[in-house]
């Protein structure tokens, strides 16, 4: 509950941001273009954090790079604060600041969750977490517009700064590990004396340690093909098309406002649903919902009722999630425990480093072909390239059944 409880305080802290600075450029506190540099600056520090996070939580206490990347995401708060219509580039620092402290903690959670429940209760632990992260997203903003009738700018965002201090010393450490430890060890004769320890490798070569865990997983490097496609190609395309099909077919922002909504009620059924389920073939069942985004982008390029439109991104989030949440437990399973953290900062640095990629590339696309060429390609990509990762041999049950290699 501890682990829980943090994950949804950086949750809320995270979601709640763009929401603050979009109402600080409504307050004309900050311009549009002030407001674009914050967010890209928040972005590179989380990319630039997410990999060496991953390497620290497997180096040292997961729990203490928790509490340091949570801690610096809370000073990033009152910095903002101070900058805010003063200076600009002390907000954009300080957003590097707070992304970075985003990052660094994002592998650290998902290794903490493997140390701190036992291997039977996982799927259901991470189903906890994703509905977390979801209902940030719809309680996020919806609290913050309710604080902002009555707190300013600068107040919402120290209370950012607040939750990022939950998040930092509400969390337990693992147990699970040490506990399994013990009892490997009980009984046993008193160790010899130990060796003098070896010397810790270098930064670069850790991380590279974690890229070849990574590479003995087939059906891992073919799920982040599959994220590849649908979150570079399918979301950034649904993220730029939707907004302009609410407007100019249907006449109206509330498909839009609802399409959003569904999408994220849908996840949140999703996780409910994988919480307690468990298919015969858990890998081949994540990726058929995986393949579900497509139907998001598919129902923009047919003239329908704007219900069928809505109805298609609650299926596609109920999709999302019944492939993020075996998709967590088996990583958590299958990888190494000393260097999951670096394999789970290869799985968000993959999937949140090309979404922007795919968004600078999809505007472009559809003034050169038309938004339903765009949509079509980008359909037929979150169909077909998660039914070819199905067909890798050890992604039909998310497990590694060959032989480990020598590296």
């Not at 320890?197 to 599959?226: I, K, M, N, S, Y």
Request: glycine content about 10%; proline content about 6%; aromatic content about 6%.
């Amino acid at each position: 509950m501890r682990l829980w409880a943090g994950t949804t305080a950086s949750g809320l802290a995270t979601w709640a941001l763009p929401f603050v600075l979009g109402l600080a450029v409504l307050h004309r506190d900050l311009g549009a273009a002030g407001l674009g540099l914050v967010l890209a600056a928040r972005t590179v520090g989380f990319l630039a954090a997410v990999a060496v996070g991953g390497v620290l939580a497997d180096r040292h206490s997961r729990r203490a790079v928790v509490l340091w990347s949570a801690l610096a995401a809370a000073v990033a708060s009152p910095l903002l604060a101070a900058g805010l219509g003063r200076s600009l580039a002390l907000m954009t620092a300080a957003a590097v600041l707070a992304g970075a402290g985003q990052g660094a903690c994002r592998p650290a959670f998902q290794a903490l969750t493997a140390d701190s429940v036992e291997p039977g209760r996982r799927q259901q632990a991470n189903a906890a977490m994703t509905m977390s992260v979801r209902g940030s997203t719809l309680a996020g903003p919806a609290l913050t517009a309710l604080l902002a009738a009555f707190l300013d700018v600068g107040a919402l965002l120290l209370g950012i700064g607040l939750l990022w201090l939950v998040a930092a010393v509400v969390p337990g450490a693992g147990t699970v590990a040490a506990t399994a430890a013990a009892r490997a060890t009980a009984g046993a004769p008193d160790p010899a004396p130990a060796a003098e320890p070896a010397p810790r490798a270098g930064f670069r070569t850790e991380f590279l340690e974690g890229v070849r865990e990574a590479r003995r997983h087939p059906w891992f490097l073919a799920g982040l093909a599959a994220l590849v496609a649908v979150v570079a190609l399918g979301y950034s395309a649904t993220s730029v098309a939707l907004p302009l099909i609410s407007r100019d077919r249907y006449g109206t922002e509330w498909v839009l406002a609802a399409a959003v909504t569904a999408f994220t009620v849908g996840a949140l059924g999703g996780a409910l649903v994988i919480s307690r389920w468990r298919p015969r073939s858990p890998g081949r069942a994540a990726f058929a919902g995986l393949a579900a985004y497509g139907l998001a982008p598919l129902s923009l390029m047919l003239p329908v009722h704007p219900v069928v439109v809505v109805a298609a991104y609650a299926v596609a989030g109920i999709g999302i999630e019944l492939f993020n949440v075996p998709w967590f437990t088996a990583t958590q399973r299958e990888v190494a425990p000393d260097k999951l953290a670096r394999v789970s900062s290869l799985d968000f640095l993959v999937s949140y480093g090309l979404a922007p990629v795919g968004l600078a590339l999809i505007a472009p696309a559809i003034e050169a072909f038309g938004v339903t060429a765009v949509l079509g390609a980008c359909a037929g990509a979150c169909f077909l390239v998660p039914a070819a990762a199905a067909l890798v041999p050890t992604a039909r049950h998310f497990e590694r059944t060959a032989a480990p290699t020598a590296d």
